[in-house]
């Protein structure tokens, strides 16, 4: 049967092909996963098979993090980052978002477009002068810092976002709300916002995760340990010296990465239509 | 006839009573029900944000580099380019700057490759290809920091996982295992191995979201009129897709050019600056050391390459769509 076996080796080498690329993506992770269940006499040791438990898996790791190190409070201070961060964000960018969406005229254009460069701005262009911004006004060394800071990034980004999915919402929506006495204003709390939740919720999962995944700002301005939030936590604080608790490590990366992971494979296509809402219109 | 008028007056009360308090609060209406007015009100916290966190620093960074401030010196005195140039002559600095472009063509270029080849595959339905694109995208959905710190770790000097399969395969002894992050050209390697596998994902997504745009119809008339795969591809999906792929790879090109975080925690540009970048040299200077001056200098030497890719970038999007 040379076509059925043609077909069979077609089809072999495109699952190959996809295994292959699922294997790059996602070994780190696994090494991320396993790492963190090893005992250390297992990971030390350079004649077992480091791709499978050797010994018994152990939770010795994830105990020594909350019990011996600042990891509880590195995920209270994100917490709170986020929190704080999504409120700014969204008191800022709703309005400016559907003002872009319907109010904005040549000259709003001109100033999407320039909201939306500023994402653009890269963290290692401003975090010299910002530190010393953060210092005179008395922020240095505090997770409130980065509170200040980081709508500097999600503003736009949502901004631009939101001013995407206020353009979905049909006019007649508020055109009929005027027309029964609604002000242009009470029309857009009282007919365009219940309408926009499933875009005001994306917003919200990414001011959160785009907190989260910020490194250079939170390196630049925390130094001290309790005030870190946990990606900067994790990465610079499980090392001692030049002695890296790998299984810490890992344990800490682990915790960190499974609610950001989680939020942009459910949110994926939103974050998408996001970023390239300018590009396909 | 009089019960008419005095419906009348009592219309004109009502409507007098009704018009006194809309008289009253006049400006507050006008504010609301006017676009034009309204418009720029709605605007205005977002814009002022950025302008007092964006503009005013990015004006202080373009000070600091014309002046010789410094952390244990904090004068504003005003030495116009000699920074600047003081840096330019500065044989790290060139090294940076080749390192830093090395490093930002080749992960994109591996990246957008793979993004291709990726979005190739995943274009196809297939069982399990939820869950196959959700683990294709961690890479770029997990936290960069903590996974170039997993990255470390299988880089590791001794206990590296990719050491111990080579040797597993009798590819190496372990007496001539590499050291990954000790070795020039090897370190190097690895910070472009790490960000173009933070990359590809992106890259396959922007690819799928660009390639589903394109109208099957016009696909079906290609066919019809007689153009195989690579025609499909290279002419018609291709041209089509530019202005999607474009915005994608500006935005690769911008945070891998002024990155940090992976050079930073991998290697801090080691060893003896062969991986230095522009993000993590600014870092070095106008942080760890405190020379804010040159630092700012450094750091805006990225600003004209970003600016000018940008442009360029923006052009070509406008070439396609005419």
């Not at chain 1, 209270?76 to 559907?98: D, F, K, Q």
């Not at chain 1, 953060?134 to 980081?150: F, N």
């Not at chain 1, 900067?232 to 299984?247: H, I, M, N, P, S």
């Given at each position: ?281 | ?126 069982p399990g290809r939820r869950i196959v694109r959700a683990l294709i995208i961690l890479p770029w959905a997990v936290p960069v920091a903590l996974a170039t710190v997993a990255w470390q770790w299988m880089f590791d000097s001794l206990y590296s996982v990719i050491n111990w399969t ?24 690895c910070i472009v191995i790490v960000n173009a596998w933070r990359f590809f994902p992106f890259s396959i997504v922007i690819f799928l979201a660009g390639i589903t745009a394109v109208p099957q119809d016009v696909l079906d008339a290609a066919t019809v009129d007689g153009a195989g ?22 935005f690769g090109v911008v945070f891998t050019f002024t990155d940090l975080s992976i050079v930073y925690l991998m290697t801090n540009g080691g060893p003896v600056n062969s991986t230095q970048v522009l993000g993590n040299l600014g870092f070095l200077i106008g942080i760890t050391d ?33």
């Open positions: 049967m040379p076509k059925f076996l043609t077909a069979a080796a077609r089809e072999g080498s495109f699952y190959s092909a996809v295994l292959l690329l699922v294997v790059a993506a996602a070994f780190p992770f696994y090494w991320m996963l396993i790492t963190a269940f090893k005992t250390n006499a297992d990971l030390y040791n350079v004649t077992n098979i480091p791709f499978w438990f050797n010994d018994p898996p152990t939770l010795e790791h994830f105990s020594y993090l909350f019990h011996e190190t600042l990891f509880g409070r590195w995920l209270l201070n994100s917490l709170i980052i986020g929190v704080c961060v999504v409120a700014i964000t969204l008191v800022t960018a709703l309005p400016a978002g559907y003002s872009l969406a319907r109010m904005g005229g040549r000259s709003g254009e001109v100033i999407g477009i320039g909201i939306f460069l500023t994402y653009l701005v890269p963290t290692t262009l401003l975090f010299l002068p910002l530190s010393r911004i953060i210092t005179m006004i008395g922020l240095q060394d505090s997770m409130w810092a980065l509170v200040l800071v980081y709508p500097t990034f999600t503003i736009p980004f949502c901004t631009w976002l939101l001013m995407g999915f206020f353009k979905t919402v049909p006019r007649e929506v508020e055109e009929a709300a005027i027309v029964d006495g609604c002000s242009l204003l009470g029309a857009f709390f009282k007919m365009v916002l219940p309408l926009s939740v499933p875009g005001i919720l994306t917003v919200v999962i990414f001011t959160f995760t785009l907190t989260m995944q910020e490194f250079v700002y939170a390196l630049t301005f925390i130094s001290s340990a309790a005030q870190k939030p946990i990606t900067l936590g994790v990465a610079t604080d499980l090392v001692r010296g030049d002695v890296f608790f790998w299984g810490e490590l890992m344990a800490g990366a682990l915790i960190a990465s499974i609610p950001v992971a989680i939020a942009y494979s459910l949110f994926l296509d939103r974050f998408i239509a996001g970023i390239t809402g300018g590009a396909v219109k | 006839m009089g019960g008419g008028l005095a419906a009348i007056e009592q219309a004109m009360k009502v409507i007098a009573i009704e018009e006194r308090p809309r008289r009253a609060t006049w400006s507050w209406r006008f504010m609301r029900d006017r676009a034009e007015v309204l418009g720029p009100i709605l605007l205005a916290p977002a814009t002022l944000y950025i302008l007092l966190l964006v503009a005013v620093p990015f004006l202080l960074a373009v000070y600091y580099a014309l002046s010789a401030y410094t952390i244990y010196n904090p004068s504003y005195r005003f030495v116009g380019l000699s920074n600047f140039i003081s840096v330019i002559q500065d044989d790290t600095f060139q090294q940076t700057l080749v390192n830093t472009f090395v490093f930002t063509l080749a992960s994109l270029l591996i990246g957008l490759v793979l993004g291709k080849f990726g979005a190739l595959l995943l274009l196809r339905p297939f080579m040797i597993a395969l009798g590819l190496l002894t372990r007496a001539d295992a590499p050291n990954w992050l000790g070795q020039p050209h090897l370190a190097m390697l795969f690579w025609r499909r591809n290279y002419q018609i999906i291709l041209p089509m897709i530019a202005p999607i792929v474009v915005v994608g790879l500006i405190g020379d804010v001056a040159h630092g700012a200098a450094i750091s805006l030497f990225m600003f004209p390459v970003l600016l000018a890719l940008v442009i360029v970038m923006l052009r070509s999007i406008r070439r396609h769509e005419i």
